[in-house]
């Protein structure tokens, strides 16, 4: 069975918790329970994870080498700052799609870079919740025929 790691960064628990004008209502129990959902349609096995901590970050995603397909990175913050995060994804040779809730493109400029994008096979970003669920799509088609 393929199996996927979705892999949430710093703040992230606080998901429909502060800033709902930000990010919305929805708390990242919801989305963890709507991409189960999904996964259990796709016959994917998932392992949904949240930490705040870079290391523990880059700990999960050495580890997801011998244990999953792929990965979906909601790296956070880290994204606009993580060297160490994306010599992690580089080093695990496993596809992964970046993922944002917001549009970083339409944010602040220091959002607009990405270090995750260099190493990502693509990057989906402004949908909101909605944004797992076609991560979740575009890589199960990516492990099936490499698109
Ligand atoms: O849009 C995204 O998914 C982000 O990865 C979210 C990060 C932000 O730093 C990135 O630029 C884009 C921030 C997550 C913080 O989430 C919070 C949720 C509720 C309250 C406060 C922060």
């Not at 606009?80 to 400029?109: F, Q």
């Amino acid at each position: 069975m393929t199996s996927i790691l979705i892999l949430n960064g710093p703040n992230l628990n606080l998901l429909g918790t502060r800033q709902p004008e930000v990010y919305g209502n929805t708390t990242l129990g919801d989305i963890e329970a709507m991409c189960r959902a999904r996964a259990e349609e796709m016959g994917l096995a998932l392992a949904f994870e949240q930490s705040n901590s870079e290391g523990v970050l880059i700990d999960m995603i050495h580890a997801a080498r011998d244990t999953h397909d792929g990965i979906i990175l909601n790296a956070g913050a880290y994204t606009h700052t993580s060297v160490a995060l994306m010599d992690a994804i580089s080093s695990t040779e496993l596809p992964v799609i970046e993922l944002h809730l917001s549009n970083i493109h339409a944010r602040e400029e220091f959002r607009h870079r990405s270090y995750i994008a260099r190493v990502a096979v693509g990057v989906i970003c402004g949908f909101g919740a909605a944004g797992y669920p076609l991560a979740m799509d575009a890589l199960a088609t990516h492990l099936s025929d490499g698109s």
